[in-house]
């Protein structure tokens, strides 16, 4: 993980720095003049040579002190600390979706190859991965927050049961694709383990269905599950952007695609590092469970 | 056993992990909002809102401010539309453009027109409670114009001492300017409490400021919303109308839409033209239409080819259906224009500049007579993720591909955009104006002083046309200025390295409860009078 993490740390620290767009003029905007540009620039301690930045930022990273955001002009601690939490909420609820959805359809589809359920199954998640997360969001927006008025049209609440109503719609949007390619990945893991003859021979052995199920048939579909599963949350965890902006909730995607737009470094270093560390973590995870679900593997 | 044992303490170390993580976002954790330290009775005792109205409006925002002091650095609509609620100056530009008394009762400007005295309203205090001092005046106008990061310097630059009394203000200038006025009514020429922000560091009072106006600070989480209480101390009776006024930040305009359908926002500013019919078929809604100074003007880069050509960028004139561009984006809330000056600064704008109609022909013929036989290529950079510069983009290019000209379409992320027009590396490229104060100053300086903007990223350093824009600041014979800016605006016409496409107003959509709501033609609106029926 160390080596990683450090080969990161150079990459996002220089990437950011190559592609064009000055932080102080873009901070101060157009109408600033050259000196309160020069005067900004020094004040964000950009005219130090890179070298000394890249360490300064290293230094950052083992004090746990980031700095200062360049355009809020507040610690970048503390952004993540009121971006982060809702970002990860959002995830989570998004992924509980998809897990409670996609694995008893994926398993009805699989057991039930070709008939009118899995037809229908398979449909509905070919409409689901074709559908733009940006407009399956709005018309969530007008089907619920406007028609039925059971949920508000984007926002953010005060309160933390506000603030889970505000996550619902969001969650589901963000779902959906993950929800169709479990669904499709489990349902086609089903066929293939149902023909094997291990699962014949413990049906043959007389062990109940319900056994046969889930300790033969579902828990050798979850070993690619599971890496789906961690693939896509990933991918969620950073590109939470559109849903973000759609729904308006104050989440790392806004935060991360703004620090970009805005050249600010500070936010744009930390938060690139702790997706990083993110993503690290759930593949630890998802190996961890890998042995819980092939004996074959070991630790 | 043992393996399993393995397992489950591997697993759990892996979230304790994530867990950790979620923690080490800092010790903070309340939000990332910083708040006002409330004055005695922030539930208001001085805003008395009649009980027949709503205690709170709500602003749907498509940007959070970064900070809420007006002199802080990269100052914007987002920045002032909150701070003009917590600061007043001296004078206040009217919802008409008219310069209007604020903390001045009346004025006087001497004969040289160098030295400005006000009276001042007595009695006044800031929201915190304290008197204002009449040192506040002295530090609040130097650091308008000294405080080094802030991109609104150049308003006060002009200033060369202040004076200050308990009734009086003396402003003197470093040499005579005839917008001075006109800029005293800019949002950044506002008093603060000097005592106040000395308690705390630069970063700290550019977000939490207090200022005599009728609203301060309550609560501000970051990426969300920002919420103004009613100032205890304001001096006007019956005022602010509501108690408290919230800006929620809602990035997407469909979404804004819907958040104003469903009632969760009362107000959404400068709704794009394409969603006002939505409203206006609404019976619970309502839009409002303000005049505006705001201009949008396809810049050509002189220092390139074509562009470096004066005969390709007059042809340049009869290849744009300007017509047809305003229609599309603005519909009845548009019109295209002829001159730099927006025609809502009244005398200042050259109305006598033509807006040529769209004329593929005569484009082909002037580029023909120019030696182009084929033809005439360029880029148009614009920024990306926007559908507005696209479509403006699209039209530009359906119009110039058959008069002549081939365009490009580049589709660059705004940094990116900035970068490049900002270094003449371009060929063109759409930009927009609001003026900021009731005078041509701005947008004129912005056009032709090549150190301000290398004349609005069109690299055409014309001396002759600067030194006329000079003389017009300095000349404080009213007839003869306006006569000179004309002119200006003449040869800027004749240079065309600016052109200016369409204007266009402000549509404000608004529920149908909320009353009172006026803007002026620079975009800043005052809250105080708003008021939403319960």
């Known amino acids: 993980m160390i080596p990683v993490l450090f080969v990161v740390t150079i990459l996002v620290f220089s990437i950011i720095r190559f592609i064009p767009g000055e932080p102080a003029r873009l901070i101060l905007g157009e109408k600033a003049t050259p000196e309160a540009i020069a005067a900004l620039t020094e004040k964000l301690g950009l005219t130090e040579p890179l070298i000394s930045q890249y360490f300064l930022f290293l230094r950052q990273i083992f004090t746990l002190d980031f700095g200062n955001s360049f355009t809020y002009q507040m610690p970048v601690a503390k952004l993540l600390a009121s971006r982060f939490p809702v970002t990860l909420a959002l995830t989570l609820m998004s992924t509980a979706l998809s897990l409670l959805i996609s694995l008893p359809l994926g398993y009805f589809a699989g057991v039930h190859k070709d008939k009118l359920g899995d037809q229908a199954v398979r449909t509905a998640s070919l409409v689901a991965i074709s559908m733009p997360s940006f407009w399956v969001g709005l018309l969530l927006m007008i089907v619920f927050a406007l028609k039925l008025r059971w949920f508000p049209a984007g926002g953010w609440a005060d309160t933390l049961g506000g603030q889970f109503r505000c996550l619902i719609l969001p969650a589901i949007t963000q779902s959906l694709m993950t929800t169709a390619l479990l669904l499709r990945n489990t349902r086609n893991c089903v066929v293939d383990i149902t023909r094997m003859d291990y699962v014949d021979f413990a049906r043959s052995k007389g062990i109940p269905d319900s056994e046969v199920r889930t300790r033969h048939v579902m828990r050798n579909a979850m070993v690619s599950t599971v890496t789906l599963l961690s693939m896509r949350m990933a991918a969620t965890l950073g590109g939470s952007v559109i849903i973000e902006t759609v729904f308006s909730i104050p989440g790392m995607g806004k935060l991360a695609s703004d620090a970009i737009f805005g050249r600010d470094y500070a936010v744009v270093q930390f938060v690139v590092l702790m997706f990083a560390v993110l993503v690290l973590v759930i593949n630890l995870i998802t190996d961890i469970l890998y042995s819980f679900l092939d004996p074959r593997v070991s630790l | ?534």
């Open chain 2, 1 to 534: 056993m043992k393996a399993t044992a393995q397992k489950l303490i591997a697993l759990s170390l892996a979230a304790a992990m994530a867990l950790g993580l979620t923690a080490c976002g800092g010790g903070s954790s309340n939000g990332g909002g910083s708040s006002a330290d409330s004055s005695p009775s922030a539930s208001g005792e001085g805003g008395t809102a009649p009980t027949s109205y709503a205690d709170e409006i709500v602003i749907g925002v498509t940007a959070e401010p970064k900070n809420i002091e007006p002199n802080g650095p990269g100052v914007g609509p987002a920045e002032t539309h909150v701070s003009s609620q917590i600061f007043e100056g001296l004078v206040l530009t009217g919802d008409d453009g008219s310069i209007q008394p604020q903390l001045a009762t009346d004025w006087s400007i001497s004969e040289d027109g160098m030295v400005y005295t006000f009276n001042l309203v007595p009695d006044v205090k800031f929201s915190n409670g304290e008197d204002v001092e009449p040192e506040d005046w002295v530090w609040s106008l130097y650091r308008a114009r000294d405080y080094e990061v802030s991109n609104y310097r150049f308003i006060a630059e002009a200033i060369d001492t202040v004076e200050a009394t308990d009734t009086q203000v003396t402003i003197t200038l470093k040499a005579p300017n005839a917008a001075f006025l006109a800029m005293l009514g800019c949002f950044n020429m506002v008093l603060g409490d000097k005592s106040y922000a000395e308690t705390m560091t630069d970063e700290e009072y550019l977000k939490n400021p207090i200022g005599t106006g009728p609203y301060m600070l309550e609560n501000w989480t970051n990426g969300s919303s920002l919420t103004l209480v009613a100032n205890p101390y304001y001096r006007v009776e019956g005022m602010p109308k509501t108690q408290r006024i919230k800006f929620a930040l809602v990035a997407d305009d469909n979404t804004r839409l819907m958040q104003l359908q469903s009632g969760q926002i009362d107000v959404a500013p400068t709704l794009p033209f394409a969603l006002a019919a939505a409203v206006e078929s609404n019976p619970d809604l309502a839009l409002d239409i303000f005049p505006s100074t705001q201009i949008y003007y396809l810049t050509l880069n002189t220092t390139k080819a074509p562009f470096d050509d004066p005969a390709v960028r007059q042809a340049m004139y009869y290849a744009l259906n300007k017509a047809e561009t305003a229609q599309a984006i603005a519909g009845e809330y548009g019109a295209p224009v002829a001159s730099i000056v927006s025609a809502t600064q009244g005398e200042w704008c050259n109305s006598g500049l033509e807006v040529i109609e769209y004329s593929p022909d005569t484009a082909k013929q002037m580029l023909a007579q120019a030696g182009y036989t084929e033809p005439v290529e360029f880029t148009l950079s614009i920024r990306t993720g926007s559908t507005f510069y696209e479509q403006v983009a699209t039209l530009i290019k359906s119009q110039v591909d058959q008069a002549g000209f081939l365009c490009t379409i580049e589709l660059l992320e705004s940094a990116t955009l900035n970068d490049k027009y900002s270094s003449l590396n371009h060929n063109a490229t759409v930009l927009q104006w609001v003026d900021d104060y009731q005078d041509p100053t701005g947008v004129v300086g912005w056009s032709v002083d090549y150190d301000q903007a290398q004349c609005f990223y069109t690299g055409l350093n014309d001396e002759e046309l600067d030194a006329l824009n000079i003389a017009a600041v300095n000349e404080m014979d009213h007839a003869k200025r306006v006569e000179m800016y004309q002119e200006i605006q003449q040869q800027v016409y004749d240079n065309a390295n600016i052109i200016p496409l369409y204007r266009n107003d402000f549509a404000f959509a608004r529920s149908a409860k909320i009353d009172g709501l006026k803007v002026n033609p620079f975009y800043i609106y005052q809250t105080m009078g708003w008021t939403k029926a319960n």
